[in-house]
């Protein structure tokens, strides 16, 4: 792995949200096949191309390395014309969609399917927020579906439609398609009789399922993958403990993620070196021995980090963990996406310690990434505290910096702190920084930490008076999120108080990259 390699390419998956096409045909009816087996199968291809071109940005796929693995299908009704007593043929237009009304006011769900295989990563999680970010762009009122209920084969001899609902909802009978819309936001608005006389599993009934636009207003439009004018940002303040082995610690840093995704985080930030209570299982006593043993472990959790950011829907800044490359020690933040990519950016300021005591060398490159949530910058712990490296990202549009960090004395925690509320102010931009708490006495030189996670603003009128965003107290295992209005930055920079992006002084003086270039 070299240090200038800006993106792993070998990786388990590489998800893409998108819109069906015409050419995805083969990939849809293999699915079909498969799911339905027992209720007809994939639909012809004339219906599927009445879909696409009808309504083509109703129609969302995922697609994992050029195989569409799931998707869903929608159309937009006039719902008064229709009511609650409907079946799936007459709604859909015998899933023509000839019923598509384009000043309709509901988003109605005509099909959603995830390949088997892939059911363990959440993609049909993925696909409903997709829709109800279509549903809030279009501005529509709601969406409606008919929600099949397969598992009432077993319970019909005993229990009504009614009454078996009632035990899903209560968690007192799983149904694999009702449980997982309710815990998606939706309500059963009623039982539907005949909805599909040929589903023998859910003896031909159905819920019709309800999902409210609170936003709902006029406007214009947009569709999926719009820019977003707003961040969830999630900060892990991480609790150092013993871990007997990489599994304990894995299963740490999932209890994280998965919290943090159940409130909608479009990012993930971790400390730097997170993973350090490992250098307690090096056979040495030896400083330099630890971090070297550590490095031993990077390659399998950033496999596994990866897997948690696709399977959790939430991109994970993985903090930082040391690299052996070419015999030589690097300390690496990997960048792992929601969509399977990874990337990568490598600390260029070693401290001291980290020069003297473990032979760490530091990076040669820098760079933002994209997101689907904004253009950010990566700086780890002592990088923040040189300004030049925020102001050349700044100058590539960086919206958000994050800055995982490990400081063992409260003063160099204030290193770190002031510097990233600075970078904020200079480079009108949003910093959150995280760091580590607690102790490890069996490891030698890094047996406390001190922290305080945060996240801070420009300073202006439309933000905090004091540009903090938030803080967690200091030295507690605990979570922050916050919301960040990323138009507001583009507002600064044109009508702020001050404009230090517009008045630099260009003509005066500059700062440029000289070394490698991305």
Same mark, same amino acid.
């Given at each position: 792995?070299?240090? =200038?390699?800006?993106?792993?390419? /070998?990786?388990?998956?590489?998800?893409?949200? #998108?819109? $069906? !096409? %015409?050419?995805?045909?083969?990939?849809?009816?293999?699915?079909?096949?498969?799911?339905?087996?027992?209720?007809?199968?994939?639909?012809?291809?004339?219906?599927?191309?009445?879909?696409?071109?009808?309504?083509?940005?109703?129609?969302?796929?995922?697609?994992?390395?050029?195989?569409?693995?799931?998707?869903?299908?929608?159309?937009?009704?006039?719902?008064?014309?229709?009511?609650?007593?409907?079946?799936?043929?007459?709604?859909?237009?015998?899933?023509?969609?000839?019923?598509?009304?384009?000043?309709? =006011?509901?988003?109605?769900?005509? /099909?959603?399917?995830?390949?088997?295989?892939? #059911?363990? $990563? !959440? %993609?049909?999680?993925?696909?409903?927020?997709?829709?109800?970010?279509?549903?809030?762009?279009?501005?529509?009122?709601s969406i409606m579906a008919g929600g099949r209920i397969p598992n009432y084969k077993n319970y019909a001899n005993e229990l009504s439609p009614y009454?078996?609902?009632?035990?899903?909802?209560?968690?007192?009978?799983?149904?694999?398609?009702?449980?997982?819309?309710?815990?998606?936001?939706?309500?059963?608005?009623?039982?539907?009789?005949?909805?599909?006389?040929?589903?023998?599993?859910?003896?031909?009934?159905?819920?019709?399922?309800?999902?409210?636009?609170?936003?709902?207003?006029?406007?214009?439009?947009?569709?999926?993958?719009?820019?977003?004018?707003?961040?969830?940002?999630?900060?892990?303040?991480?609790?150092?403990?013993?871990?007997?082995?990489?599994?304990?610690?894995?299963?740490?840093?999932?209890?994280?993620?998965?919290?943090?995704?159940?409130?909608?985080?479009?990012?993930?930030?971790?400390?730097?070196?997170?993973?350090?209570?490992?250098?307690?299982?090096?056979p040495s006593d030896s400083s330099i021995d630890a971090i070297w043993h550590l490095a031993t472990y990077t390659d399998e959790i950033l496999t596994?980090?990866?897997?948690?950011?696709?399977?959790?829907?939430?991109?994970?800044?993985?903090?930082?963990?040391?690299?052996?490359?070419?015999?030589?020690?690097?300390?690496?933040?990997?960048?792992?996406?929601?969509?399977?990519?990874?990337?990568?950016?490598?600390?260029?300021?070693?401290?001291?310690?980290?020069?003297?005591?473990?032979?760490?060398?530091?990076?040669?490159?820098?760079?933002?990434?994209?997101?689907?949530?904004?253009?950010?910058?990566?700086?780890?712990?002592?990088?923040?505290?040189?300004?030049?490296?925020?102001?050349?990202?700044?100058?590539?549009?960086?919206?958000?910096?994050?800055?995982?960090?490990?400081?063992?004395?409260?003063?160099?925690?204030?290193?770190?702190?002031?510097?990233?509320?600075?970078?904020?102010?200079?480079?009108?931009?949003?910093?959150?920084?995280?760091?580590?708490?607690?102790?490890?006495?069996?490891?030698?030189?890094?047996?406390?930490?001190?922290?305080?996670?945060?996240?801070?603003?420009?300073?202006?009128?439309?933000?905090?008076?004091?540009?903090?965003?938030?803080?967690?107290?200091?030295?507690?295992?605990?979570?922050?999120?916050?919301?960040?209005?990323?138009?507001?930055?583009?507002?600064?920079?044109?009508?702020?108080?001050?404009?230090?992006?517009?008045?630099?002084?260009?003509?005066?003086?500059?700062?440029?990259?000289?070394?490698?270039?991305?």
């Amino acid at each position: 792995m070299s240090q =200038d390699q800006t993106q792993i390419e /070998e990786t388990e998956h590489h998800l893409d949200l #998108r819109n $069906l !096409r %015409l050419d995805d045909y083969n990939d849809v009816k293999a699915l079909m096949d498969e799911v339905y087996a027992n209720v007809g199968g994939a639909w012809p291809y004339s219906n599927y191309k009445a879909q696409v071109t009808t309504f083509p940005d109703g129609q969302i796929c995922i697609e994992d390395k050029g195989k569409v693995v799931a998707f869903a299908i929608s159309v937009i009704v006039d719902y008064d014309q229709f009511g609650d007593k409907h079946s799936y043929d007459e709604i859909t237009g015998d899933a023509y969609l000839t019923t598509h009304d384009p000043n309709g =006011d509901v988003l109605y769900g005509v /099909e959603v399917i995830v390949c088997p295989e892939y #059911r363990g $990563l !959440r %993609l049909g999680r993925r696909l409903y927020e997709a829709r109800k970010e279509l549903c809030r762009n279009l501005n529509l009122k709601s969406i409606m579906a008919g929600g099949r209920i397969p598992n009432y084969k077993n319970y019909a001899n005993e229990l009504s439609p009614y009454e078996y609902i009632e035990q899903v909802k209560l968690k007192d009978i799983y149904d694999p398609i009702l449980t997982f819309q309710l815990s998606n936001g939706f309500e059963v608005k009623q039982v539907m009789s005949a909805y599909l006389p040929e589903d023998e599993a859910s003896k031909g009934y159905a819920t019709l399922l309800q999902w409210h636009n609170i936003y709902y207003e006029p406007g214009t439009p947009s569709l999926i993958a719009s820019r977003k004018s707003s961040a969830r940002i999630g900060c892990i303040q991480w609790q150092m403990r013993y871990f007997n082995n990489v599994e304990e610690l894995l299963q740490q840093v999932e209890y994280f993620v998965d919290a943090l995704s159940d409130y909608s985080c479009d990012v993930a930030l971790f400390p730097e070196f997170f993973n350090a209570p490992l250098m307690g299982l090096s056979p040495s006593d030896s400083s330099i021995d630890a971090i070297w043993h550590l490095a031993t472990y990077t390659d399998e959790i950033l496999t596994a980090v990866s897997h948690l950011a696709v399977s959790y829907n939430i991109t994970i800044i993985a903090g930082s963990m040391p690299v052996v490359e070419e015999e030589e020690l690097y300390n690496v933040s990997y960048i792992c996406k929601r969509d399977g990519t990874i990337e990568s950016q490598y600390k260029l300021h070693p401290t001291p310690h980290e020069k003297e005591d473990w032979i760490m060398k530091g990076g040669n490159s820098l760079k933002t990434f994209d997101t689907d949530f904004g253009k950010i910058g990566v700086l780890i712990c002592y990088d923040v505290e040189f300004p030049e490296l925020a102001r050349i990202l700044s100058d590539q549009e960086m919206q958000i910096l994050f800055v995982p960090f490990w400081t063992d004395t409260k003063n160099g925690y204030l290193r770190v702190r002031r510097c990233a509320q600075a970078r904020a102010i200079e480079n009108e931009c949003y910093v959150a920084i995280a760091g580590s708490v607690g102790n490890l006495p069996k490891v030698d030189n890094v047996d406390i930490q001190y922290g305080q996670t945060a996240v801070f603003s420009p300073s202006d009128f439309a933000f905090p008076h004091d540009a903090i965003v938030s803080e967690t107290t200091p030295n507690t295992e605990m979570t922050l999120i916050v919301d960040l209005d990323l138009d507001k930055l583009t507002k600064l920079q044109n009508e702020g108080s001050v404009r230090n992006y517009l008045d630099r002084r260009r003509d005066l003086y500059r700062v440029e990259w000289i070394g490698d270039k991305n």
